[in-house]
Structures are given as structure tokens and as C-alpha cells.
């Protein structure tokens, strides 16, 4: 059964194959991934910011008004370091990438919770 990370859910703001791929991932890893559209996702961290612990996109963005609360996995071909430095907690990964590279960042910003 998936596990929450300590906070919440992980939301996914990418194309439909890149979620599938990521989210796929992440609830192998025992994660509780969701897959979103940006729209969504925004409405989520605005009406219930408590259920979200990461954050994985690759148009940070669209977020910058949570670079200091949410956690963030930026994936792109070509990161744009300026625009990753902005948020608090961010690491990138360049596309493509491996599954583990995917993993390790998502236990580093957000730990899986046992409870």
C-alpha cells in the first residue's frame, strides 16, 4: 500500500507519458503520487498546501509563489539553474534519467512516512 511522504502527497505537473513514467516510479517506491494538470495542481497547493510534500515538474514556474514551502524535483532537458536556485528545496534532473535518480531525490526532499 502506498505510503504518504511525511506531509502529503506527491503532485506531478508534467506531459501524460512523463507522469505515467514518474508516477509509475514513485508508487513502486511506495509513494503516494498523484498525477495532475497544472491547473489542479495550483488549486491544491492553494486550498490544502498541508497535503502536498513534493512537488515534480518541469515548469517550476508556474510555482514560484511555493519556491519557499514546497519541495521541488525539476525535470527538464535543460534545467535552468537560476530559476531552481529560487526555490528553497530543489533538486533537478536532466531528462532522460534513471528510475534510482528519480527515487534518491524523492527520499531526500521527502522522506516516505511509516505512519
Known amino acids: 500500500m502506498p ?15 512523463i507522469q505515467r513514467f514518474v508516477g509509475g516510479i514513485l508508487k513502486r517506491e511506495r509513494y503516494a503520487a498523484v498525477e495532475t494538470g ?3 495542481a495550483l488549486l491544491t497547493l492553494r486550498d490544502a498546501p498541508e497535503s502536498v510534500s513534493l512537488l515534480i515538474t518541469n515548469v517550476p514556474a508556474h510555482f514560484l509563489e511555493f519556491a519557499e514551502t514546497v519541495p521541488l524535483i525539476y525535470v527538464a532537458t535543460s534545467p535552468d539553474p537560476a530559476l531552481a536556485n529560487r526555490f528553497r528545496c530543489c ?4 531528462k532522460p ?3 534510482g535518480d528519480l527515487a ?6 521527502a522522506p516516505r512516512s511509516d505512519v
Open 104 to 109: 534518491s531525490c524523492a527520499a531526500e526532499l
Open 3 to 17: 505510503q504518504k511522504t511525511a506531509l502529503g502527497c506527491a503532485l506531478i505537473v508534467e506531459d501524460p507519458m
Open 97 to 99: 534519467f534513471r528510475p
Open 38 to 40: 497544472l491547473e489542479q
Open 91 to 94: 533538486r533537478t534532473l536532466r
